[in-house]
């Protein structure tokens, strides 16, 4: 009984060891882009890096958030999406398309500005259920709208 019991409590201390820094609900994805250009996608958003856009291989990550990670003062139609390595800047704009849910209010796509966190609405076009927007640098972005 003493060893079903010391089994019993290392299967326990081994599952809540074993935790991690993003939710259960996360998704991450990362992708080396080179000179040539490239795309990666993750919860149905994609990032399409145009010919020339970074100038040496880059190894990009890209992880979708839950809806409550936007920031207080604004509504969410999407999940958040973190890009990295953040501030990594582009010779020409990188296309990024985001699913949202449109609830037939006003959207936007808004991206942080990098080292302040703070959001800038960078506008957008809606095709479908997705909104496209092109950016200069890496950082993080959703779908929606100030309240």
């Not at 994609?46 to 604004?74: C, D, W």
């Not at 997705?130 to 972005?141: L, N």
């Amino acid at each position: 009984m003493k060893s079903c019991n010391l089994l019993f409590a290392f299967a326990l201390t081994v599952v809540s060891c074993g935790s991690s820094s993003s939710s259960p609900t996360d998704a991450i994805v990362t992708k080396q882009i080179g000179p040539d250009g490239g795309v990666i996608e993750v919860e149905g958003a994609v990032v399409t890096f145009p010919e020339g856009a970074v100038a040496s291989p880059t190894t990009v990550t890209i992880s979708a958030r839950e809806k409550s990670a936007v920031p207080v003062g604004y509504v969410a139609l999407s999940r958040v999406f973190e890009c990295e390595p953040s501030g990594t800047s582009f010779a020409r704009p990188v296309e990024m398309r985001m699913p949202f849910t449109d609830d037939g209010g006003p959207a936007s796509l808004f991206w942080s500005t990098g080292a302040d966190r703070a959001f800038r609405d960078v506008g957008g076009r809606v095709e479908g259920k997705t909104m496209v927007a092109t950016v200069q640098h890496f950082s993080s972005g959703f779908v929606g709208r100030k309240l």
